[in-house]
């Protein structure tokens, strides 16, 4: 993809806090096996709805597709917080990663220089999957 990192962006040093309030922990512990089941439901349905998001992002040629199939993007991070290996144990780190965010879905773009290098997704967790989780 030749589309090039937008300029101007907030830049982060972390990903915003997700805050659970005392009420939701303690409903999150008595509740926990439901929860869980519920949101794993859940979570199905929704990967199987970014699946071919992502398809398309894959194939925008310009910031203009891109940004009319994921909205805007939130806010930038230093690429030195992301990395990946190519089974030669070295980690290759991108300059800087945009996110962007629709609903719980989150795409990051890596870049390395002024090009895509990848792209990473994954759901948000919600204040409940973490109010559920075994402490």
């Given at each position: 993809m030749?589309?090039?990192?937008?300029i101007g962006l907030e830049l982060r040093s972390e990903r915003p806090a997700i805050i659970v309030?005392?009420?939701?922990?303690?409903?999150?512990?008595?509740l926990r096996r439901f929860?869980?089941?519920?949101?794993?439901?859940?979570?199905a349905k929704e990967w199987a709805r970014l699946k071919p998001l992502l398809a398309l992002a894959r194939k925008c040629s310009n910031r203009d597709e891109l940004e009319s199939l994921l909205g805007a993007p939130r806010y930038a991070m230093h690429g030195e917080?992301?990395?990946t290996s190519h089974g030669n144990s070295q980690?290759?780190?991108?300059?800087l990663v945009e996110v962007y965010e629709i609903?719980?879905?989150?795409?990051?773009?890596w870049f390395k220089g002024e090009r895509?290098?990848?792209?990473a997704s994954y759901l948000a967790?919600?204040?409940?999957e973490i109010a559920a989780l075994p402490r």
């Open positions: 030749a589309i090039q990192p937008r309030s005392p009420w939701q922990r303690l409903l999150g512990r008595l929860i869980l089941q519920r949101i794993e439901s859940q979570r917080l992301f990395g980690v290759e780190h991108p300059d609903g719980r879905y989150v795409v990051e773009l895509i290098w990848s792209l967790l919600s204040p409940w």
